[in-house]
């Protein structure tokens, strides 16, 4: 059994900041990739930043406002969002790819999901 715990998620003002969390627990050996993505009523989930393979990718949209870390000890993922802006709110998922505790690989698994909102 594996675990995501999503938490930071909420309203802020345009040009404010939030912080994301993502806890990953539970049966996993080792984590090959850990990110975010967003989804907003209507429209597909797209990719906002993810970690993976030793490289940092992040969505076209994002331009620099938003940053990805890691600490590799918590298996926890964090996403740090800046000057954020109105088209920002969605629900932003958490998604990893990981090898379980008996070794077998689990791809696209993902978080319950945590709601952004950007309105003055």
């Known amino acids: 059994q594996v675990q995501l715990v999503e938490s930071g998620g909420g309203s802020v003002q345009p040009g404010g900041s939030l912080r994301l969390s993502c806890a990953a627990s539970?049966?996993?050996?080792?984590?090959?990739?850990i990110g975010w993505y967003r989804q907003v009523p209507g429209k597909q989930r797209e990719l906002v930043a993810v970690m993976s393979g030793g490289r940092t990718n992040y969505g076209d949209f994002v331009k620099g406002r938003f940053t990805i870390s890691r600490d590799n000890a918590k298996n926890t993922v964090y996403l740090q969002m800046n000057n954020l802006k109105p088209e920002d709110t969605a629900v932003y998922y958490c998604?990893?790819?990981?090898?379980?505790?008996?070794?077998?690989?689990?791809?696209?698994?993902w978080g319950q999901g945590t709601q952004v909102t950007v309105s003055s």
């Open positions: 998604n990893v790819d990981f090898l379980s505790g008996d070794l077998k690989r689990v791809r696209d698994y």
């Open positions: 539970g049966s996993i050996f080792s984590i090959n990739g």
